[in-house]
Antibody, heavy 124, light 107 residues
């Protein structure tokens, strides 16, 4: 079955960097676009960004554009989120999620599988 | 960016009730809308995609309808296990957005 396992969360000071990972198994990772979604404590879901199946295209939410970068390594079945210049308002549980449809480029589709999330706390 | 507005924000209903949650988009999103269920401490779960298609394994008491800018999620006969927060999400553009969520409580 599909498994998505996030790691790399923790406590980090404002202005510092952190890289999250999402290890995928149970499906052909290299065929699907992948997303990051976050959820601040007690708040709703916020979409962070998407990367195409081969990493050739990516889009980020305005709230993280220029600070966060999504990437992937299909040889390792792993998705990444590089987070720079972190702010207290970036404190959240970060989920990776799989696009429900495979295909070339950025395939617009719902998110049918989610990881369990990893908590990032930005605090001095 | 496309804004998604859900109503109500909270909802309390009894087992067996018919429950409806509404989601409005700030512009036409055709039928590119999904509904998710999230329970405390858990990841969201896809319930419905393309506005009205039930995800595999989801009970048939859940249904979705709508197109354009107005959408609804209906639970035909509320069960205790349906206590959760429900989110709509548009995927009409590359920049996805979620509604703010509707917390459903069982009386």
């Amino acid at each position: 079955q599909v498994q998505l396992v996030e790691s790399g969360g923790g406590v980090v000071q404002p202005g510092r960097s952190l890289r999250l990972s999402c290890a995928a198994s149970g499906f052909t990772f290299s065929s699907y676009g992948m997303h990051w979604v976050r959820q601040a404590p007690g708040k709703g879901l916020e979409w962070v960004g998407v990367i195409a199946y081969d990493g050739s295209n990516k889009y980020h939410a305005d709230s993280v554009k220029g600070r966060f970068t999504i990437s992937r390594d299909n040889s390792k079945n792993t998705l990444y989120l590089q987070m720079n210049s972190l702010r207290p308002e970036d404190t959240a549980v970060y989920y990776c999620a799989k696009s429900a449809r495979s295909g070339y480029g950025i395939v617009i589709a719902s998110l049918d599988e989610w990881g369990q999330g990893t908590l990032v706390t930005v605090s001095s | 960016d496309i804004q998604m507005t859900q109503s109500p924000s909270t909802l309390s209903a009894s087992v067996g009730d018919r429950v409806t949650i509404t989601c409005r988009a700030s512009q036409n999103i055709n039928s590119w809308l999904a509904w998710y269920q999230q329970k405390p401490g858990k990841a969201p779960k896809l319930l419905i995609y393309q506005a009205s298609t039930l995800q595999s394994g989801v009970p048939s008491r859940f249904s979705g309808s709508g197109s354009g800018t107005e959408f609804t999620l209906t639970i035909s006969s509320l069960q205790p296990d349906d206590s959760a927060t429900y989110y709509c999400q548009q995927y009409n553009s590359y920049l996805y957005t979620f509604g703010q969520g509707t917390k459903l409580e069982i009386k």
